[in-house]
């Protein structure tokens, strides 16, 4: 049974920091892309990150290159974004997303399986 439980949001500051988490199980790290989108109130869904385990490269949305980091540790089967200098505009909740290949287009996700989400709230 694939599963992805996110956790780690919360309410920051803008120009703080979180580090969300996405620990997953049923299936092996090794064989499918995974990476994160995020969805606001009245928006559509985005994609935010994408980690392609065919060739370790990883790929961002322009809104948060250079911002935002995606990894991921296979020894506890978990998934990071980590995301610093963050934007009231960053706002959203946040997806944990298996991929159906192995390989990434870009940043943007093929989802097969998703997590429940976590919120990201980043207000003064």
């Known amino acids: 049974q694939v599963q992805l439980v996110e956790s780690g949001g919360g309410l920051v500051q803008p120009g703080g920091s979180l580090r969300l988490s996405c620990a997953v199980s049923?299936?092996?790290?090794?064989?499918?892309?995974i990476g994160w989108f995020r969805q606001a109130p009245g928006k559509e869904r985005e994609g935010v990150s994408c980690?392609?385990?065919?060739?370790?490269?990883?790929y961002y949305a322009d809104s948060v290159k250079g911002r935002f980091t995606i990894s991921r540790d296979n020894a506890k089967n978990t998934v990071y974004l980590q995301m610093n200098s963050l934007k009231p505009e960053d706002t959203a909740v946040y997806y944990c997303?298996?991929?159906?290949?192995?390989?990434?287009?870009?940043?943007?996700?093929?989802?097969?399986?998703w997590g429940q989400g976590t919120q990201v709230t980043v207000s003064s």
């Open positions: 980690f392609s385990s065919s060739d370790g490269m990883d």
């Open positions: 049923g299936f092996n790290l090794d064989y499918y892309a």
């Open positions: 997303a298996r991929d159906k290949y192995r390989y990434c287009l870009g940043y943007q996700l093929r989802p097969d399986y």
